[in-house]
């Protein structure tokens, strides 16, 4: 029996029983078909993407049909969930189908930021219908029609309800923490971003979903949806990626290995490795730019046809103001002590 990706997850349902988020904490991606099988013989699974509702009395047996398999690790989940009042599911995916159900896509987002996906790796089609609009609070996931009422309600008993955002996305932290990240403000980064090992988000540094880093980087500005980093780019403070859904349209925008993007500067093409562009310069793919050659101008192009050439410089004349490229001459290191996470 073939899998593409399973998780036992625990969520929150509102009022009127619609699936708010599901937490998973131990997602699996091609789990072993024995593990499949003992599966399907305790909750019916018999093939498909499947989301099925738990009752109390199944995770006992799936305790049991874990162990016999040795997975212990998911027995363990099984042991400790064992008991809870919220609501618990267990998510099948036979292959990589577009999601139909909200605990299919917060499954995927979870392989996501749990690096068992890279960013473009998974079918999201349709998520943003799937995905309730929730307002993240210090009591957890309500439902915006419900919030009022709960705000009411801690008031009458002496507290305050937090109401940290109202958004499709919660953030990545409360989901999953990727080993080897430094994280300044983690409301900055959305569940289905895809955080590299050694790579550090600075307070103002933000990674939306199906984004992130390969590698090692230091972000202090914008990686927008769909945005990949390659290992060992910088993102300077205040600087912008164009995302795939803000003007990107079906351009993949992505930064190389070992590239600059300045302080308040903006990238609206892929780049190749080892390119730097300048502090406070926004370079979109229809932008003019000069090509230099010693300083000579060989050409005016659009910076699109420069899109993933690497080795260059991207820099606006302070005279006359045009965007100029040179040959990037200096590589590009990292600051080692910067990216410590020991």
């Known amino acids: 029996m073939s899998n593409f990706a399973f998780g036992l997850g625990i969520g929150t349902r509102s009022a009127a029983g619609q699936w708010?988020?599901?937490?998973?904490?131990?997602p699996l991606m091609n789990a072993p078909e024995n593990l499949i099988q003992?599966?399907?013989?305790?909750?019916?699974?018999?093939?498909?993407?499947?989301t099925i509702e738990l009752a109390e009395n199944q995770l006992k047996a799936l305790e049991v049909a874990f162990l016999s398999v040795d997975a212990e690790d998911q027995a363990e989940l099984t042991?400790?969930?064992?008991?809870?009042?919220?609501?618990?599911?267990?998510?099948?995916?036979?292959?990589?189908?577009?999601?139909?159900?909200?605990?299919?896509?917060?499954?995927?987002?979870?392989?996501?930021?749990?690096?068992?996906?890279?960013p473009h790796g998974l079918n999201l089609n349709g998520m943003f219908g799937l995905l309730p609009n929730i307002a993240w609070t210090s009591e957890g996931a309500i439902a915006v029609n419900e919030l009022a009422k709960r705000q009411l309600l801690a008031r009458a008993q002496g507290r305050?309800?937090?109401?940290?955002?109202?958004?499709?996305?919660?953030?990545?932290?409360?989901?999953?923490?990727?080993?080897?990240?430094?994280?300044?403000?983690?409301?900055?980064?959305?569940?289905?971003?895809?955080?590299?090992?050694?790579?550090?988000?600075?307070?103002?540094?933000?990674?939306?979903?199906?984004?992130?880093?390969?590698?090692?980087?230091?972000?202090?500005?914008?990686?927008?949806?769909?945005?990949?980093?390659?290992?060992?780019?910088?993102?300077?403070?205040?600087?912008?990626?164009?995302?795939t859904l803000s003007g990107g349209n079906n351009v993949v925008i992505s930064v190389g290995e070992n590239c600059l993007i300045g302080?308040?500067?903006g990238l609206g093409l892929p780049l190749g490795d080892r390119c730097t562009i300048e502090a406070g310069l926004y370079v979109t793919g229809s932008s003019k730019v000069t090509l230099l050659d010693e300083n000579k101008t060989v050409s005016v192009v659009k910076a699109g046809e420069l899109a993933g050439k690497s080795d260059l410089l991207f820099r606006r004349n302070s005279q006359?103001?045009?965007?100029e490229v040179k040959?990037?001459?200096?590589?590009?290191?990292?600051?080692?002590?910067?990216?410590?996470?020991?």
């Open 160 to 243: 305050i309800l937090e109401v940290y955002s109202v958004d499709k996305f919660p953030k990545m932290a409360n989901y999953a923490v990727p080993e080897g990240i430094r994280i300044g403000d983690a409301s900055r980064i959305r569940l289905g971003a895809y955080v590299g090992e050694g790579t550090t988000v600075m307070h103002e540094g933000f990674i939306n979903f199906n984004a992130g880093t390969l590698g090692v980087s230091m972000v202090e500005g914008r990686i927008s949806a769909g945005v990949v980093v390659g290992n060992g780019s910088d993102l300077g403070g205040g600087c912008s990626t164009m995302g």
């Open 79 to 118: 042991e400790i969930l064992e008991g809870t009042p919220q609501p618990l599911v267990l998510c099948i995916l036979e292959n990589d189908a577009q999601p139909e159900t909200t605990a299919e896509v917060y499954l995927k987002l979870s392989l996501l930021s749990h690096r068992l996906a890279k």
């Open 263 to 265: 302080a308040n500067a």
């Open 327 to 342: 040959t990037n001459q200096s590589a590009i290191e990292l600051n080692a002590e910067l990216h410590k996470h020991n």
């Open 20 to 26: 708010l988020e599901v937490y998973y904490h131990a």
């Open 320 to 323: 006359t103001g045009q965007i």
């Open 38 to 50: 003992a599966i399907a013989k305790e909750v019916g699974y018999e093939g498909g993407n499947r």
